[in-house]
């Protein structure tokens, strides 16, 4: 072969440098339009929901004569709690823990809620007796409408401490 002759084969042909810079190229614009797209959908996800009462931001938990004194049914769909205090008052608690907001199940033979991230632990109305979550349960609106309960799960109600104003009686 003469000089000529290799030096069009040499031009022709790819190097394997040059196709890997390419491919590295190309993946690296495939990463960046996915990144992309993961944050335009972060981004827009929660503006497509409409915002206020809707069907399900209204529980019926049902009769009030259907929950027993000094007990805790769980509605997994609202997910909160409904407390029945011993004076026959109600409490919707919210079921996120106020430390991590780690889901708190109700340990009945105990009668309180321990949360199994970090040991926080609340009484039947929601308030903190083993740290070190920082303050009380959320609680949720209640309204008694004939002998019926219902709780408003649209937004919870962040609370410092528990008061005796915030039980629902029927």
Same mark, same amino acid.
């Given at each position: 072969?003469?000089?000529?002759?290799?030096?069009?084969?040499?031009?022709?042909?790819?190097?394997?440098?040059?196709?890997?810079?390419?491919?590295?190229?190309?993946?690296?614009?495939?990463?960046?339009?996915?990144?992309? /797209?993961?944050?335009?959908?972060?981004?827009?996800? @929660?503006?497509?929901? !409409? %915002?206020?009462? #809707?069907?399900?931001? =209204?529980?019926?938990?049902?009769?009030?004569?259907?929950?027993?004194?000094?007990?805790?049914?769980?509605?997994?769909?609202?997910?909160?709690?409904?407390?029945?205090?011993?004076?026959?008052?109600?409490?919707?608690?919210?079921?996120?823990?106020?430390?991590?907001?780690?889901?708190?199940?109700?340990?009945?033979?105990?009668?309180?809620?321990?949360?199994?991230?970090?040991?926080? /632990?609340?009484?039947?109305?929601?308030?903190?007796? @083993?740290?070190?979550? !920082? %303050?009380?349960? #959320?609680?949720?609106? =209640?309204?008694?409408?004939?002998?019926?309960?219902?709780?408003?799960?649209?937004?919870?109600?962040?609370?410092?401490?528990?008061?005796?104003?915030?039980?629902?009686?029927?």
């Amino acid at each position: 072969m003469t000089e000529g002759s290799t030096n069009k084969a040499t031009v022709m042909e790819p190097s394997r440098r040059s196709f890997l810079s390419k491919l590295w190229i190309g993946l690296g614009l495939v990463a960046l339009a996915e990144a992309v /797209a993961v944050v335009f959908t972060f981004l827009r996800s @929660n503006k497509s929901k !409409p %915002r206020g009462v #809707d069907s399900h931001s =209204i529980v019926t938990a049902g009769a009030v004569s259907t929950f027993e004194v000094n007990s805790v049914t769980a509605f997994i769909r609202g997910r909160f709690y409904l407390a029945r205090l011993e004076d026959g008052g109600f409490l919707a608690l919210s079921s996120k823990c106020t430390h991590l907001g780690c889901t708190v199940p109700w340990v009945g033979k105990e009668m309180k809620f321990a949360c199994p991230c970090h040991g926080s /632990a609340y009484d039947i109305a929601g308030a903190v007796i @083993n740290p070190p979550a !920082p %303050r009380p349960l #959320d609680i949720y609106p =209640i309204s008694i409408e004939n002998n019926v309960v219902k709780v408003d799960t649209t937004k919870p109600i962040k609370r410092d401490q528990f008061k005796v104003s915030q039980v629902i009686h029927p």
